[in-house]
Nanobody
Framework: QVQLVESGGGLVQAGGPLRLSCAAS????????MGWFRQAPGKEREFVAT????????DYANSVKGRFTISRDNAKKSLYLQMNSLKPEDTADYYC?????????????????WGQGTQVTVSS
């Protein structure tokens, strides 16, 4: 079973950037699609972005499209989320996850391994 560990969260002012990383160990992610989700206080976990195994296909939630960029480095067993033009409504715990072979990218149930999350707080 792969272990996923997120890092890079923190406090940032609105309009600023932040880059999240997700490091994998104990298993492989190179042949799997990966995703980022987030969960704000009192809200359900929601889809943010996904990337296919090779990195040449991505998809984003409408709320982050044009501001966030997902990428990966399979040689380093790592996943990234570059977040620009951050807004207070982006405040949440951010999770990376490995997607199963089948299932929609947008659904939590499609992912079989999750990290513990990293907190992002955007101040206005």
């Amino acid at each position: 079973q792969v272990q996923l560990v997120e890092s890079g969260g923190g406090l940032v002012q609105a309009g600023g950037p932040l880059r999240l990383s997700c490091a994998a160990s104990g298993g492989t992610i190179s042949r799997y699609a990966m995703g980022w989700f987030r969960q704000a206080p009192g809200k359900e976990r929601e889809f943010v972005a996904t990337i296919n195994w090779s990195g040449d296909s991505t998809d984003y939630a409408n709320s982050v499209k044009g501001r966030f960029t997902i990428s990966r480095d399979n040689a380093k067993k790592s996943l990234y989320l570059q977040m620009n033009s951050l807004k207070p409504e982006d405040t949440a715990d951010y999770y990376c996850a490995r997607r199963r072979r089948s299932g929609s990218s947008y659904f939590i149930e499609s992912y079989d391994s999750w990290g513990q999350g990293t907190q992002v707080t955007v101040s206005s």
